[in-house]
């Protein structure tokens, strides 16, 4: 598995790893295991954290993070780049191995485009280049799956159907542009929080969920005309993350009105996304939401991008 002839401490690697948008998000019943079979399209778009991994002598693995919500995530072994990081260097079997983790944060936190499985699989592919494993990507994809259901895709990036948990992944095509705005919550989310409340009010409503692959929206994207994919967009969890944070009814409300062609909870939530006709159309509903109440923070971006790109830069030998 590993490459003698490769460099570790002589190196930096930096990463930069996409966010995620559901475009469908397709619920089934709760499993045994406690989790949901699910049918969703990942669509990466271009917001990316940056991991940086540089080599260490003496074996330890650390964290230092910087930008959107840095402040609030823990740098130790909870941590999931961390625990990337530890679960490669295991399988490796070599325990020796080390390296100082850096991430700078864009991704919103806690905000439903798997901001941290992105740190994750930043981490996978740094440090396998750093320390010179031989990897194979079906390999790597599996590890990505031991530590979350979004780090395969997070991995892969492009457009997906995933399967199963959402780490059963078949890409699709799709490569013509389209356009989004991204509206950030002032607050967070959580994701076991929003599928139990989804399993509260289907229950509630006597709904048998359904996680059925949603063919209509995965030919739309292949044609890449926005305005088909708008009406097809779905997410099955949206009306959980309004009922536990009902300040996104606004919100998405708001991003109808000054203009999108259609608007959805991204993911778990609560960062909502509105998707556009073309750049201009994209510039017009952002500067729109721009004051909306309710709206930290807006950006526009477009997908699908490539998935994790790695470059590596010399450093001073210590």
């Not at 919103?108 to 485009?113: Q, R, S, Y």
């Not at 979004?150 to 399967?163: E, I, M, T």
């Not at 095509?173 to 409340?197: C, E, F, I, K, N």
């Not at 960062?271 to 309710?294: I, N, P, Q």
Request: aromatic fraction near 2%.
């Amino acid at each position: 598995m590993r490459n003698p002839s490769s460099p570790v401490v002589s190196q930096r690697i930096h990463v930069r790893v996409p966010a995620k948008i559901n475009l469908a998000l397709c619920v089934g019943s709760r499993r045994v295991d406690g989790f949901h079979d699910l049918s969703t399209v990942f669509h990466a778009v271009s917001l990316w954290d940056d991991v940086v991994a540089v080599g260490r002598r003496d074996g330890r693995i650390t964290l230092t993070m910087s930008g959107e919500g840095s402040e609030l995530l823990p740098c130790d072994e909870t941590n999931l780049a961390v625990r990337a990081a530890l679960l490669l260097r295991e399988q490796a079997g070599e325990p020796g191995l080390g390296a100082d983790l850096r991430i700078e944060k864009r991704v919103p936190l806690a905000g439903g485009m798997a901001g941290g499985s992105a740190d994750a699989a930043g981490a996978l592919v740094a440090c396998a280049r750093l320390w010179g494993l031989d990897v194979p990507p079906g390999e790597l994809l599996a590890l990505g799956a031991q530590l979350g259901s979004d780090v395969p895709f997070s991995l892969l990036g492009g457009n997906a159907l995933g399967r199963g948990r959402g780490e059963r992944l078949h890409p699709l095509a799709g490569a013509v542009p389209l356009h989004w705005v991204v509206a950030a919550a002032p607050d967070g989310l959580s994701t076991p929080a929003v599928y139990r409340r989804f399993d509260e009010l289907t229950a509630h409503d006597g709904l048998v969920p359904d996680s059925g692959v949603p063919t209509d929206l995965i030919a739309a994207l292949e044609s890449g005309d926005p305005r088909e994919v708008a009406p097809l967009l779905r997410n099955d969890l949206q009306a959980a993350a309004v009922d536990l944070h009902p300040g996104l009814a606004a919100t998405l409300d708001a991003g109808l009105a000054v203009g999108a062609l259609a608007g959805i909870v991204s993911g778990s939530g609560p960062t909502c996304v509105f998707l556009c006709a073309d750049e201009r159309h994209a510039g017009a509903v952002a500067g729109g939401l721009s004051s909306a109440r309710g709206v930290r923070a807006v950006q526009r971006v477009t997908g699908p991008v490539p998935g994790p790109c790695a470059a590596a830069l010399p450093v001073a030998r210590v």
